[in-house]
Each structure stands twice: as structure tokens, then as C-alpha cells.
């Protein structure tokens, strides 16, 4: 059986801390490991401590979909993802955008709910499903691998699953009216 060629989702995976010695460093590492093979993806990092804005802008606008991989500092997300949202526009527009959060106990989740509400002004389409690391510190091992991968595994394919679904969707529907009347 022949089965049709799909055209790779391009996913820009967001680090949205540059704090030194940032811990968002091995979780966008396993992040990245998870998304990467031969799959249906092919993926860049967008990281606001290593690129300069211009960088970062062009990646962001080559992504069919984003993976925002966000800390919680003091119950929010990190000013610098909120100055990288803020200095682009038009590259989220009509894309999905998964989470992969951590923090203490919760997790990250806080930041989460915040940049919904972020990104719903900015027209991307946030994916339920998530992956979350509460007290992230303990499991990490200094290698950047996670000490038990099961269950955050299992989550990181749901998400990918519907990150892919709303990807291949919303690729078609940008080029149609309301977003087609902004395409370049």
C-alpha cells in the first residue's frame, strides 16, 4: 500500500527562560530529543538568550507550529518569552502553540494559563494537552535526561499528536479569508 507523502510540520521549539544556569536548557534539550527521528516533524529552537530578535523572528515566522517551553517565575511566565511575544505579531498568527511547562509544584501550569490568554490575542490556536513537570529540579539528572520518562512520554505524544492535527489543519486554513487577507 501506497501511502501519500505529508509535507513536515516545521516546529519552533520557544526556550522562554535565559536566566544563567537555567534549568530550561535540559527541558527544551529532552523536549527537542522527544520531537526529533523520523517523524512527522522537523524542528528549530528559538531561544531569546542565544538569537537576536531578528533570528528569532525569522524562525518564528518558517514554524508551522510552536512548543513553548516556559518556567513559572512568581506565578507568570518570564518577562523575556512575554518581550519576544510582544516584538513579534503576524509570525503566530493561524498557528498552534503546546506547552511544555515547569516550576514547583505546580508545575508550570500557572504560566500556562497566562500565555493562553496571551496568544489568543495574538490569533494561534493553544493545544490542550500539555506536558508538565512539577518540581522540575528532581527529575532531571545532570545529563539532562529524566529520571522516570514514562508518564511524561506518554504526554509528549498526545500533545504531538494534536499539535500535528491542528498543524496540518491550520497550514490550509492560513491562506483562506479572515488570515488570507494578511498572508505576505
Known amino acids: ?7 513536515q510540520i516545521k516546529v519552533a521549539v520557544i526556550y522562554g527562560s535565559t536566566r544563567q544556569g537555567r534549568l530550561c536548557t535540559k527541558v527544551a534539550g529532552w523536549t527537542i530529543a522527544q520531537i526529533e527521528g523520523d517523524g512527522p516533524f522537523s524542528v528549530e529552537s528559538v531561544d531569546p538568550g542565544a538569537q537576536d530578535l531578528a533570528e528569532q523572528t525569522e ?3 518558517r514554524a508551522d507550529a510552536f512548543i513553548v517551553v516556559t518556567p513559572e517565575y512568581n506565578r507568570s511566565f518570564p518577562a523575556p518569552l512575554k518581550a519576544l511575544i510582544d516584538a513579534t505579531g503576524a509570525e503566530w498568527r493561524g498557528k498552534p502553540v503546546a506547552f511544555v511547562s515547569y516550576g514547583g509544584v505546580s508545575g508550570g501550569l500557572r504560566a500556562v494559563e497566562q500565555l493562553r490568554l496571551v496568544f489568543a490575542e495574538l490569533h494561534a490556536a493553544t493545544i490542550r494537552d500539555g506536558v508538565c513537570f512539577a518540581n522540575a529540579w528532581d527529575q532531571f ?4 535526561s529524566l529520571r522516570d520518562a514514562d508518564r511524561a512520554e506518554r504526554a509528549m505524544a498526545t500533545m504531538l499528536g494534536q499539535l500535528h492535527w491542528w498543524a496540518s489543519a491550520l497550514r490550509t486554513a492560513r491562506n483562506t479569508v479572515p488570515y488570507g487577507q494578511f498572508a505576505a
Not at 500500500?1 to 509535507?7: A, D, N, T, V
Not at 539528572?141 to 539532562?144: A, H, I, K, P, Y
Request: glycine content about 14%.
Open 141 to 144: 539528572d545532570e545529563s539532562g
Open 59 to 61: 524562525r518564528l515566522g
Open 1 to 7: 500500500m501506497h501511502r501519500p507523502l505529508i509535507p
